[in-house]
């Protein structure tokens, strides 16, 4: 069976569930927590079943346990389809392609946490001044 699966907390998740459907999912599990049904939907997965997923962060926004997610689901030998495209982890360009999503993601939050960092520091200088004059 295709399951899709789909963690929003949005009012996008009947078009995520629709494209789920056109992309050949006959159920769609939708979690609106955070990826709380996601292991007991990966437990109750069957031989010949397939998970399909409208993008990455659908599985965990947290890097580390996304990496879990995808190593319990390449060990259980559960085929996943990312965006309609099936994820072959035994090919090498698939597994730099995560690797490379990984590396991107680790950055852009590198990225926003200095800027936020630049912004607090910015915001007490103004406060010093203020309390200075």
Known sequence: MKKGYVCVRTPETSYFCQYLTKQGAEEVIVDQGENELLPGLLDSMKPGDSLHVIALHHLSKNLTKLKEILETIHQKQIPLFVGG??????????????????IVCRQAREEIKANL?????????????????
Do not use: C, S, T
């Open 117 to 133: 960092d630049a912004a607090k520091a910015i915001r007490e200088r103004m406060k010093k001044d203020r309390a200075g004059e």
């Open 85 to 102: 495209q099936y994820i072959d982890f035994e090919n090498v360009y698939d597994r730099m392609e995560l690797e490379k999503y990984f």
